[in-house]
C-alpha cells in the first residue's frame, strides 16, 4: 500500500521515499525505461538487497501486528472480571460504565495530543512507550478491592491504547506485504478486534478454571507485552524521525482532501460499531447474569469474544466489493445482528442472542475494514498516523459518549431498555450508511460513479 510520487530524483524527499517505499515498489520504481538498454538490464539493484529488506518488513510488520493484539488483549482482559468485581467489591452498573468512560476518555485525549507523534520520534519507541503504560496498568489492577484502583488501571490501559492505535496501526500499514492489497487494511483495523477477543476468552477461562482468579490473566498479559516490546525492540523502523515532536503535540484533527468525502460514513460505522462494543464491555456482564441466567466467566469471556473475534474473519469478506458496497452490506447485517440480540433479551434465549452476536461481530468486521480501506486510499508514509488518529478518535467518540450517557441513564432505566437505546444507534447509523456510503476519488477532478 505505497504511492509512487513524482519528486525531483536527488531531492532529500526523493530519498526519503525510496528508503521507505515497500521493495516491490522500489524495483519496479528502478526497473523503469533505464533498466534496458540494447537488450541488457541496467541499474538493476541487487536481489540480496532487496530479499534482506522483505525480511526486516515482515518481522517488523509481524511484531506490529502481535504488538497490537497484546494491547487488546491486555484491555479485553479485564471484562470477565467485572462481575467479581461487582459480587465481591460492591461495584455498580454505573461503576463498571464509568470505568469504560474513563478509558476511552483516555484513549481519546491521547489520539488528540499524540496521534502523530510517532511520526517524529519513528514508530518503534512509541510503541514500546506504549507497551509499558500498558504493563503498569495490568499491574495496578493486581490489587483491585476500590473502584479508585479499577478506575486508575484502566486510565493506564487506555493512555497505552490510545498511543498504540496510532503508532502500532501506522507500524502495521508500513511494514505489510503489497500482496495481497486488503492486508494492510484488515491487519491494521481488525487486529483491535482479534486482541480484545483473545484477552477476553483467555481471561475467562483463567478466572473460572485457574488458580488466582482475580490475577493470573493480568500476569499472562504482562509476560504478553514484555515479549511484545523485546519484538518491537529488534524490528526495523520505518519512518526516518524528523524535527517537530513538540508542535505534533497540538491537537489536530485531519485527513488528506482526497478522502474528506468519506468521513461522514466512516464516523456512523465506528460510532455505532463501538458504541456496541462498550454496551457489552459495561452492560452485558449484567445482563447475562440477570436476564440471561448465566454467571459463568467464561462464557462472559466467550460471549465477548463472538462480538470480537468473527470482526477478523468478516474483514476478509469485504475486500470482495469496493469500500462503499462493504460498509453497506456490512451495516445491514450489523442491523440484522441488533434485532437478533434485541429479541434474543427479551425472551431471555441465550443462545440465540450468542448467534446474533456473532451475526453483528462479522458484519461490524466488513464495515469497519472496509471504512479503513477508503480512508487509507493512496496514503503517504506521513498520511497514516494521523488517518488512524482519526479513525480511533472517531472509534472511541462511539465507545465514550453513549457510555456516559447510559452510565446515567442506568440508575433509571433497566438493562434491556438500554440495549433498545443502542439498537436504535444502529438503525441510525445503518440508514445513513446506505444512503451516503461514497468510494475513494480514483483521482483529483472525478468521482466515480457509484
Known amino acids: 500500500m505505497t504511492d509512487i510520487v513524482s519528486v525531483r530524483p536527488g531531492s532529500p524527499r526523493g530519498a526519503r521515499l525510496r528508503r521507505h517505499a515497500h521493495p516491490e515498489t522500489l524495483q519496479k520504481r528502478r526497473h523503469g525505461p533505464e533498466q534496458e538498454k540494447d537488450g541488457s538490464m541496467q541499474h538493476v539493484t541487487p536481489a540480496t538487497n532487496l530479499g534482506r529488506r522483505d525480511r526486516t518488513l515482515r518481522l517488523a510488520f509481524v511484531s506490529a501486528v502481535v504488538s497490537l493484539v497484546a494491547v487488546f488483549a491486555a484491555v479485553g482482559s479485564t471484562i470477565p472480571l467485572f462481575n467479581i ?72 490501559m487506555g493512555l497505552g491504547a490510545g498511543l498504540a492505535s496510532s503508532s502500532l496501526t501506522a507500524y502495521i500499514v508500513d511494514a505489510a506485504p503489497a500482496r495481497p492489497t486488503s492486508l494492510a487494511s484488515v491487519a491494521s483495523s481488525q487486529t483491535v478486534m482479534l486482541g480484545l477477543a483473545v484477552g477476553a476468552t483467555a481471561s475467562g477461562a483463567l478466572v473460572q478454571f485457574g488458580p488466582w482468579p ?30 517537530g515532536s513538540w508542535r505534533s503535540l497540538r491537537p489536530s484533527v485531519r485527513v488528506p ?69 462493504a460498509q453497506r452490506i456490512g451495516m445491514i ?7 437478533g ?72 432505566f433497566s438493562v434491556p431498555h438500554i440495549a433498545l437505546g443502542y439498537g436504535v444507534l444502529a438503525l441510525i447509523a445503518t440508514l445513513f450508511t446506505v444512503i451516503a456510503a461514497r468510494n475513494p476519488h480514483t483521482d483529483t477532478t472525478s468521482q466515480p460513479d457509484e
Not at 490473566?217 to 511484545?228: E, K, Q
Not at 447485517?333 to 434485532?339: K, T
Request: with cysteine.
Open 85 to 156: 468485581y461487582r459480587a465481591e467489591d460492591g461495584f455498580t452498573n454505573a461503576d463498571i460504565s464509568l470505568t469504560v468512560v474513563v478509558y476511552s476518555a483516555a484513549t481519546l485525549s491521547t489520539l488528540l495530543v499524540l496521534g502523530r507523534l510517532s511520526n517524529h520520534v519513528g514508530r518503534r519507541p512509541t510503541a514500546i512507550a506504549s507497551l509499558g503504560l500498558l504493563v503498569l496498568g495490568c499491574l495496578l489492577l493486581l490489587n483491585v478491592h476500590d473502584i479508585g484502583i479499577l478506575i486508575a488501571g484502566r486510565l493506564l
Open 214 to 243: 482475580r490475577d493470573l490473566i493480568y500476569l499472562v498479559v504482562v509476560g504478553l507485552l514484555l515479549l511484545s516490546a523485546a519484538l518491537v525492540a529488534i524490528s526495523s523502523e520505518t519512518v526516518t524521525p524528523a524535527p
Open 257 to 325: 482532501v482526497r478522502v474528506k468525502h468519506l468521513l461522514p460514513v466512516a464516523a456512523a460505522v465506528f460510532l455505532a460499531t463501538w458504541a456496541t462494543g462498550a454496551f457489552y464491555q459495561a452492560f452485558v456482564p449484567a445482563l447475562l447474569e440477570d436476564q440471561l441466567r448465566t454467571n459463568s466467566s467464561l462464557v462472559l469471556g466467550l460471549v465477548f469474544a463472538a462480538y470480537m473475534g468473527p470482526s477478523a474473519l468478516g474483514a476478509p469478506l469485504g475486500g470482495r466489493f469496493s469500500p462503499a458496497a
Open 333 to 339: 447485517a450489523f442491523l440484522a445482528g441488533w434485532i
Open 341 to 412: 440480540m434485541i429479541s434474543a433479551i427479551t425472551t431471555g434465549a441465550l443462545p440465540l442472542f450468542i448467534a446474533a452476536t456473532v451475526v453483528a461481530g462479522a458484519a461490524q468486521g466488513i464495515a469497519i475494514s472496509a471504512a479503513t480501506r477508503g480512508l487509507l486510499y493512496g496514503s503517504t508514509l506521513t498520511d497514516r498516523a494521523p488517518i488512524f488518529a482519526v479513525v480511533y478518535l472517531l472509534s472511541y467518540s462511539g465507545a465514550t459518549i453513549p457510555s456516559l450517557i447510559s452510565a446515567q441513564l442506568s440508575n433509571v
